[in-house]
């Protein structure tokens, strides 16, 4: 009987054990099951809600949960109407905050999934200038002030009639007369070192490329050095000659002229040249 009582206890306890084990799982489904429950709620906001709940904290200045507000409603309704202004309203507060690349990341994503959008030249405007407070100074890497320039470049030819035209052309001329003068620099790095060819060719781009610069008119009296330098004359009186056309009371037209003389040539210009070409129909500020 005592062996039987002990079998009993055994396989009472075994089903007891059986019956926690099984209840288990149906206690972690449960709380899945809350926390499911809690997602929908989260889900059931309207976005007209949490985009009004996002401009309160924008005019209340808390510009970090704003953010996270719309980046909420972009999660949650994508495709809404309401997703577009979100989009824009995360690019503007990411920029206010100095979060330039989230400001980027924000006004691309909407430019390519709303490309017609009124909104698409401030979008624009505010990837040109989060790019444009990253420019560095010209003795560095200049992918910046490029990126910037092309987003300016961009918006003026897309929206040239925009309210952000005006102000993105002036930021398109700061950052061209940046890249203009790293260009200079460089190319002054290789004339000191009598690398005369490399020289030439980064003069070449400031003509080229950059010649409403404040850079262009001693490009030219570079040019004039290097190519006299190197014994192409007819070059360097181009150079020379374009540069007393469009700057004659240019300290560096008076530094080539003086050049030119010491070795019995004056400035005179040669119509086939690419420096001559460069500079037909260009009006030069």
């Known amino acids: ?21 099984l209840g288990l799982p149906l206690a972690l489904g449960a709380c899945a099951s809350s926390k499911d429950d809690d997602d929908l709620a989260l889900n059931d906001v309207p976005a007209a809600t949490l985009y009004d709940e996002g401009l309160a904290l924008r005019s209340q200045g808390k510009l970090s949960a704003a953010s996270k507000k719309f980046e909420e409603l972009d999660r949650l309704y994508p495709y809404s109407e309401y997703a577009k202004k979100s989009l824009v309203n995360m690019a503007y507060l990411n920029y206010s905050r100095g979060k330039y690349t989230e400001a980027v990341t924000a006004a691309q994503r909407f430019l390519t999934l709303f490309p017609g959008n009124e909104d698409a030249a401030y979008a624009l405007y505010i990837i040109g200038q989060s790019y444009f407070k990253q420019m560095p100074d010209i003795t560095r890497d200049q992918s910046m002030t490029e990126k910037a320039a092309a987003s300016f470049n961009e918006l003026l030819q897309r929206y040239p009639d925009s309210e952000y035209a005006e102000d993105a052309e002036k930021k398109l001329r700061i950052a061209h007369d940046q890249l203009g003068g790293k260009e200079m620099q460089v190319g002054r790095f290789y004339l000191e070192r009598r690398n005369y060819v490399a020289a030439i060719n980064r003069f070449k781009t400031v003509v080229l490329q950059y010649q409403t610069t404040r850079h262009v008119e001693e490009a030219l009296f570079r040019l004039t050095e290097s ?56 009006t030069v500020f």
């Open 1 to 21: 009987m005592k062996s039987n009582g002990k079998d009993f206890r055994e396989s009472r306890t075994a089903l007891l054990m059986r019956i926690a084990l």
């Open 227 to 282: 190519y006299y330098a190197l014994g192409v004359v007819s070059e360097a009186q181009t150079a020379a000659a374009v540069l007393g056309h469009n700057f004659p009371d240019s300290v560096w037209y008076k530094n080539a002229y003086s050049l030119l003389s010491k070795g019995g040539y004056e400035p005179s210009e040669d119509s086939g040249s690419w420096i001559s070409k460069a500079f037909k129909g260009i």
